[in-house]
């Protein structure tokens, strides 16, 4: 991967597309929004591989990120709190198994385990 200074934050030219990184957003995304959608996104992947593989059936998934940052530390995110709502009739149980496998397998979750507490819950709607 290879970015590229532009007058406002660094570029990269990826095979979906440009993709433009600033730290602020009138020219880019931002470094912090892209972290949280990656642990988020990746996590809402591989639990619906997961819900796939197990044959649950659901009609969609929404992921709310809530994040806290530390301002005295570089703003460092800290804390990620990602709330799944799955729209389905689901067992409640077969679904907190399928989180704790999310956890388990997710590659962004497991890479900033140790640097950034990462909490994963769950709500089923009908």
Do not use: W
């Amino acid at each position: 991967m290879e970015y590229k200074m532009k007058d406002h934050g660094f570029s990269i030219d990826l095979e979906y597309g440009t993709l433009d990184i600033c730290g602020d957003e009138t020219y880019g995304f931002r470094p912090y929004q892209l972290l949280v959608s990656s642990v988020a996104v990746c996590s809402g992947g591989v639990l619906r591989q997961i819900l796939d593989k197990k044959r649950m059936v659901y009609e969609d998934i929404s992921i709310k990120a809530d994040i806290k940052r530390n301002e005295e530390e570089a703003n460092r995110v800290e804390e990620i709190h990602l709330h799944f709502t799955i729209k389905g009739n689901l067992d409640e149980k077969k679904v907190q198994k399928a989180m704790e496998l999310t956890t388990k397998h997710c590659s962004m979750v497991q890479s900033v385990k140790d640097s950034i507490k990462v909490e994963e819950t769950f709500e089923i709607i009908a």
